[in-house]
């Protein structure tokens, strides 16, 4: 039960702090006067340079009188300066010393509350004053309940009534004030047993009361282990343990119990004087004098059987102290009481038997070599085989009988003739006694003599324990789970180890062993291992280390077990790209599904927290991505010439709940195959041809002959040549490689018809790709037959014309009269065709260059600038034709 501590009443101290607080802000005509002190409020432990109060503005003084004010402090009386005072303008501050409440005020009670009254001196002399200063310090909730010590012992009789209060005298202090102070307490583990209340003194101090819930029982449990916890009211709140043990006090409700109720002993009536006849035994399981028995014997026993037989109050050993008439037998009926007060006696019954001996009986005299007290010999564990532990003397009356001796009784021990001697008998051990088997023994040493006389000598054997057992692990391998970022100090496991050994020998205590990672605990006592910081998988996911158990006997023995702790995985980490993106160059008409690349990704978690799927999100239907490698692929084949730059958002996201993912850019470059042959944009047909003047000059640039590639690189590199010539000298005209300018070498004798078959060809690889063109040159004055160039041009065929062209001879007589006319004609028709087939192509050809600009400059190989402006230059010059 959780009880907190009530609020305080309404008090005179209350009211006092609170017009302490208040009083800065009332009209500053109350603190003028020389009688008033100036107060000030602040918390303890501010750091220095705290701002506390403005002294100057607070008195309104004239700061900016002249000569000026200046403001000092007076010698405080504790020697330490709490505050710093700025000369100038009278500000008050918190110095280098800390401030503490509890130091600085240690006798101020809960009402009195806690000042600082530093003086402050006002100079030069014409504003000669002395101000009082006042400054609260107020409560903070700096310290954390304390007990007085780590271990509280309550002592609770077993008897104790249901609902009955035990205080507990040891509370927690708190130098903290009002609802900073102990505000409540409570048990870690009441164990169903107990609960806490709280009671409050006129002081306003708590002490926890212990109250009892349900009936208590020593035998069944002595002590009670838990952790009495105090909190302040503080926030957050500060807590104080100490360990509380409850000790269950005993009382006498068990009273004594015979282990046997009746004992037959049989004797003989030459038995010698001493001789131990039994040892009754009661148990008690109360505890010191409550468990204190005595025996005695019952009124109904006659004062001659007391006398001839002694009873030992305390150990319940019956012994032989009168002589018996060896001639008579007789019956003897012993009722032994075992007392304790306040208990009815237990009753046990021994019937001694006296057997008659009709001639000289024999006796047994022991004589014991091992340690021996009121007829209990004491043999420790260790002792080897054949350890001797008495002689016994047998005595004979009657030297005409013979007499047999022998052992009864069941225990690792013989008796033997001794090396001869006659009547001698050496009782000894036959092997190691363990103690954790059977500690104690009862041996009967008969004697029967040939007449059928008996004596009995009872020898009891107590062994002694010793430190020869190992503790023991319930498990010798352990295998523990534990969710990595667990909280700090997480519990594991509780160790548990036994020793078989008594006492000390036998307590156990808990440790790790030296291979065992310092974020371990292992509580030495309980055995409760611990983890006190948090655990991350990636970072190491197994732990094996040694346990021990040792006990405390003298050598000490240790037992050992392997801890094996495996962090389970949790899903804490994203999946990750080795690169925030990807840039992947392939050739165009790369086949379909063939591999692109691959996006590595990885994600340290494990099991499913750890696989991770890989998926396309930009919506791209052209590309697939294989999740289980990572390859990328394309559906189909891609042409450069269409879309040379793909740009794609891969995500990764990884099998936990919630799943994590992240995205990585992927950019796919086609590289340019030579897959396009040039084509020519001028001439535009084989059928258009060119008049030139005879006054031409050599030299002179005719016309050009205009190609563009698709492809980039040396796979639009273009080379013009001239492969066929009809018609003119074959060495009239020739043609430059590079821009495809056609130039007039020399001019012909006569005018002609001259046909050039153009190779346009690129520099791809590994084979060329090529185009052919027919340019046809008129060389004349004017075109003045049209028909008659369109059939020359009908009737030449350019593929029957040889590699070098024949020199035309010509003919004088011009077969066509108004061939001017007509070739004028036709060439003003073929201007205005090739103007508008010119405009056509460079409209197209400015589209393609703005489309050209748009692609990133990451696409490789680039078309060569030079190339472009070749394309604009020689697009205008068509145009102007």
């Known amino acids: 039960m959780v009880i907190k501590k009530p609020h305080p009443p309404f008090t005179i101290a209350g009211v006092i702090r609170a017009l302490s607080i208040l009083l800065p802000y009332i009209s500053p005509l109350s603190c003028s006067s020389d009688f008033s002190p100036l107060l000030y409020k602040i918390k303890e432990g501010l750091p220095k340079g705290t701002f506390i109060g403005a002294i100057g503005a607070d008195l309104k003084l004239d700061l900016s009188a002249d000569p000026p004010r200046f403001f000092t402090l007076a010698q405080e009386k504790t020697g330490l300066r709490y505050v710093d005072l700025n000369a100038t303008t009278g500000e008050l501050f918190t110095s280098s010393v800390e401030i503490d409440r509890e130091t600085l005020c240690t006798d101020a009670s809960e009402g009195q509350g806690c000042f600082l009254s530093p003086d402050v001196i006002i100079l030069p002399q014409q504003y000669f004053q002395l101000v009082k200063i006042m400054v609260f310090i107020e409560d903070v909730n700096d310290n954390r309940p304390q007990f007085p010590s780590n271990e509280i012992k309550v002592f609770v009789p077993e008897n104790a009534a249901v609902n009955e209060r035990f205080a507990i005298e040891q509370s927690a202090m708190d130098p903290d004030l009002g609802i900073n102070g102990v505000q409540t307490y409570w048990l870690s583990n009441d164990y169903e047993v107990f609960t806490l209340d709280v009671e409050e003194n006129k002081g306003g101090e708590l002490t926890p009361i212990l109250i009892v819930t349900e009936s208590l029982d020593r035998e069944t449990n002595s002590e009670y282990v838990t952790e009495i916890i105090a909190e302040d009211g503080g926030s957050p709140p500060l807590l104080g343990t100490a360990k509380l043990r409850i000790i269950i006090t005993d009382i006498n409700d068990n009273c004594p119990k015979f282990t046997e109720s009746q004992v037959n002993v049989t004797l003989n009536g030459n038995t010698s004087q001493g001789t131990q006849l039994v040892r009754l035994r009661a148990l008690d399981p109360d505890l010191g004098p409550n468990a204190h028995i005595t025996y005695s014997y019952s009124e109904r026993v006659s004062k001659e059987t007391r006398s001839l037989f002694h009873l030992d109050e305390g150990t319940g050993v019956i012994k032989l102290a009168g002589k018996i008439n060896t001639n008579t037998g007789k019956f003897y009926k012993l009722t032994v009481l075992a007392k304790e007060p306040g208990c009815i006696p237990d009753v046990a019954m021994v019937h001694v038997h006296v057997i008659k001996v009709t001639s000289g009986p024999p006796t047994i005299i022991p004589r014991y070599i091992a340690s021996e007290k009121d007829g209990v010999v004491s043999l420790k564990e260790s002792e080897p085989p054949l350890t001797p532990v008495a002689f016994f003397t047998v005595k004979n009356a009657d030297p005409r009988q013979r007499v047999e001796c022998h052992l009864e009784g069941l225990g690792p021990f013989k008796l033997s003739p001794y090396k001869q001697v006659k009547n001698e008998y050496l009782l000894e051990t036959t092997e190691r006694m363990d103690y954790e088997s059977q500690h104690e023994y009862e041996l009967t040493i008969m004697a029967r003599s040939s007449h059928g006389a008996v004596v009995k000598t009872l020898v009891r054997v107590q062994v002694i324990d010793e430190n020869d057992n190992t503790p023991v692990f319930r498990q010798s391998l352990m295998e523990l789970f534990v969710e990595e970022n667990n909280p700090p100090n997480t519990f594991l496991t509780r160790l548990e180890a036994t020793d078989l050994d008594s006492g000390d020998r036998g307590s156990v205590v808990y440790l790790l062993g030296a291979d065992a990672p310092p974020i371990f605990h292992l509580d030495r006592l309980t055995g409760v291992l611990t983890v ?52 992947f160059f392939v050739p165009e008409n790369f086949p379909g599904f063939g591999e692109i690349g691959v996006l590595s990704v990885t994600d340290p978690d494990a099991g499913e927290n750890g696989w991770v799927a890989l998926s396309i999100i930009n919506g791209s239907d052209i590309f697939v991505i294989d999740t289980g490698r990572g390859v990328l692929r394309a559906k189909t084949p891609l042409d450069r010439e269409q879309q040379g730059t793909y740009y794609l958002w891969v995500e990764a996201v990884d099998g936990g709940k919630p799943a994590l993912s992240c995205v990585a ?104 790709l090529h185009s ?47 061939r001017p006319v007509l070739i004028g004609l036709s060439t003003s028709c073929l201007g205005l065709l090739i103007l508008v087939v010119s405009l056509s192509v460079y409209i197209s050809c400015k589209s393609l260059r703005k489309h050209k600009k748009k692609r990133l400059e990451v696409e490789i190989p680039l078309k060569m600038k030079s190339d472009v402006h070749a394309v604009d230059r020689k697009l205008m010059e068509i145009s102007s034709i």
């Open 532 to 583: 006190s910081t948090s655990l991350d998988r990636e970072e190491k996911e197994t732990y094996r280390f040694m346990v021990r158990a040792a006990d405390r006997g003298s050598p000490r023995n240790e037992g050992i077990a392997t801890v094996i702790i495996t962090v389970r995985d949790c899903n804490d980490n994203s999946p990750r790209f080795i690169n925030k993106d990807f840039t």
């Open 665 to 768: 850019m992927v950019t796919v470059l086609l590289l340019d195959v030579n897959d396009n042959p040039p084509m020519v944009l001028f001439p535009q047909s084989n059928q258009s041809y060119m008049l030139v003047l005879p006054s031409t000059l050599p030299g002179t640039s005719i016309t050009e002959v205009y190609a563009v590639d698709m492809d980039t690189g040396m796979n639009a590199v273009i080379a013009y040549s001239i492969i066929k010539r009809k018609g003119c000298d074959p060495d009239s005209f020739e043609i430059d490689p590079i821009t495809g300018n056609i130039t007039l070498r020399k001019m012909p004798n006569e005018c002609c018809l001259c046909r050039l078959l153009v190779k346009v060809s690129d520099h791809g690889q590994p084979e060329p």
């Open 772 to 818: 052919t063109v027919l340019v046809n040159l008129f060389v004349n004055e004017t075109v003045n037959n049209e028909s008659y160039i369109q059939s020359l041009l009908r009737q030449t065929d350019i593929g029957n014309l040889d590699i070098t062209a024949e020199k035309s001879t010509g003919n004088p007589t011009d077969p066509f009269p108004c």
